[in-house]
């Protein structure tokens, strides 16, 4: 059964650098045929697409993130990860990694993690 | 960025009534290979988001036959033949046609 475990640090001070990681089990990250990403929820309002990369590294960004947000991934481990930089309390919200399909459905979630940006 | 938007925002039903949640799209969200681009999700209070309905009608793996997708093009309909407890939550459609997906608002299902 595939599972997607977050893990990151939970409170953050504003101008700091988000670095999430998502732990998958039950599938390959460098050999399936789906892509894998993140999506974000601020407390109370609708879901965010961060991005998404493929297995050929081809990467893809939210243009209103872009500038900010890199994912990376390492093979060895089976796990991709999230960093986004100068972090504000805008940015507060739970990230959750998902797998996608080639269609652009996500299947499968991880149970998120609450990301909270505060002096 | 398209725009998704959803209706009603609320939707308090009572158990064993059907229901219906209305999605629409700022384009047309039907590609040249004729599947509509367009999932519906459910977010159950403290839960992930879970697939329902992926390409307009298709039903996720292990979801009842009580829901089912329909629509083509920019207007699209979740529907719910028989409410049950467990259906609560916030309903999101989302467009996966183009980058950036979008969500649509959420509409919060709730027992009456």
């Known amino acids: 059964q595939l599972q997607l475990e977050e893990s990151g640090p939970g409170l953050m001070k504003p101008s700091e650098t988000l670095s999430l990681t998502c732990s998958v089990s039950?599938?390959?990250?460098?050999?399936?045929?789906?892509?894998w990403g993140w999506i974000r929820q601020p407390p109370g309002k609708e879901l965010e697409w961060v991005g998404s990369?493929?297995?050929?590294?081809?990467?893809f960004y939210n243009p209103s993130l872009e500038s900010r947000v890199t994912i990376s991934v390492d093979t060895s481990k089976n796990q991709f990860s999230l960093k986004v930089t100068s972090m504000t309390a805008a940015d507060t919200a739970v990230y959750y990694c998902?797998?996608?399909?080639?269609?652009?459905?996500?299947?499968?979630w991880g149970q998120g993690t609450l990301v909270t940006v505060s002096s | 960025d398209i725009v998704m938007t959803q209706s009603p925002l609320s939707l308090p039903v009572t158990p064993g009534e059907p229901a219906s949640i209305s999605c629409r799209s700022g384009?047309?969200?039907?590609?040249?290979?004729?599947?509509?681009?367009l999932d519906w999700y459910l977010q159950r209070p403290g839960q992930s988001p879970q697939l329902l309905i992926y390409?307009?009608?298709n039903r996720a793996s292990g979801v009842p036959d009580r829901f089912s997708g329909s629509g083509s093009g920019a207007v699209f309909t979740l529907k719910i033949s028989r409410v049950e407890a467990e259906d609560v939550g916030v309903y999101y459609c989302?467009?996966?046609?183009?980058?950036?997906?979008?969500f649509g608002q959420g509409t919060k299902l709730e027992i009456k």
């Open positions: 998902a797998r996608q399909d080639s269609y652009g459905y996500w299947d499968y």
């Open positions: 039950g599938d390959s990250i460098s050999t399936s045929d789906y892509y």
């Open positions: 990369f493929y297995r050929s590294g081809a990467t």
């Open positions: 384009l047309s969200l039907l590609h040249t290979n004729g599947h509509n681009y």
């Open positions: 390409l307009g009608s």
């Open positions: 989302m467009q996966s046609l183009q980058t950036p997906y979008t």
